[in-house]
């Protein structure tokens, strides 16, 4: 199991998280739900020790994430890739085996629908394209823990059913996914809970729970408050 403990993070001088705790269980997605400037991508990445963690602590099976980070993939948006360096599909899906040549990157990159395309340079392709390059890049790696921030946006709907099929079929083998989203309705149905975020945690529950008029009108608020709907607090460790 995935533990966040009160987890605070941002940048100098600009506090972006605030006392985050939840936890993230074999066969289960998550989805992170708020307004733009709420902490999804930050929670994500202070999760990886890419931003800094102001306080608090993550866990993975016990051992602080930081010590495991193989362990997790990381999908980072589209618009933080830098899509002119050249590079090719192959070489990018490549990285998440270290570099090596493997036959996983062929058959992964076969069952993503982007075979025909690993010699091309990654700024040649159409946002679904990419986006599955870096799917695939993930799957290769074979991480327990997945990271996804707005997988769906900017891709055709055979590219959003591909990446739906491949999270499925993840958390059916035992991932633990959690996904940042602004794709509501049937995306958002397919959690196992969402956790509406906006510098703190404001609920967490089913999604029939948590996307409620009353939640949403808090979440998305100046000044938000508090509500969680997990009855049971996430365990701590010495």
Not at 81 to 86: A, E, G, L, T, V
Not at 165 to 173: F, G, S, W
Not at 216 to 235: C, D, G, I, V, W
Request: with cysteine.
């Amino acid at each position: 199991m995935l533990v966040v403990e009160s987890l605070s993070a941002g940048y100098p001088g600009r506090p972006v998280l605030a006392e985050v705790s939840f936890t993230l269980a074999p066969q289960e997605m998550v989805g992170l739900v708020g307004p733009n400037g709420a902490g999804k991508s930050t929670l994500l990445k202070a999760l990886l020790g890419l931003l800094p963690q102001v306080s608090g602590r993550v866990w993975l099976e016990l051992r602080p994430l930081l010590h495991q980070r193989q362990r997790v993939a990381y999908i980072p948006q589209r618009s933080e890739i830098d899509w002119d360096y050249p590079i090719t599909v192959e070489q990018v899906v490549r990285l998440g085996c270290g570099g090596r040549r493997s036959p996983q990157v062929l058959s992964t990159l076969e069952r993503l629908g982007l075979l025909a395309l690993r010699r091309r340079r990654i700024g040649a392709l159409s946002g679904g394209q990419q986006q599955r390059v870096f799917l695939a890049r993930a799957l290769v790696q074979g991480a327990d823990v997945f990271c996804l921030d707005e997988p769906l946006t900017g891709v055709d709907a055979h590219a959003e059913q591909v990446i739906l099929d491949v999270l499925t079929e993840l958390r059916q083998n035992g991932a633990m996914i959690l996904v940042s989203t602004h794709h509501w309705g049937e995306f958002l149905q397919q959690m196992n809970r969402v956790m509406l975020l906006n510098q703190r945690l404001i609920a967490v529950g089913t999604p029939q729970e948590v996307m409620t008029p009353e939640f949403l009108q808090h979440t998305y608020a100046k000044n938000p408050s508090s509500f969680n709907l997990e009855r049971q607090k996430p365990p701590l460790f010495c």
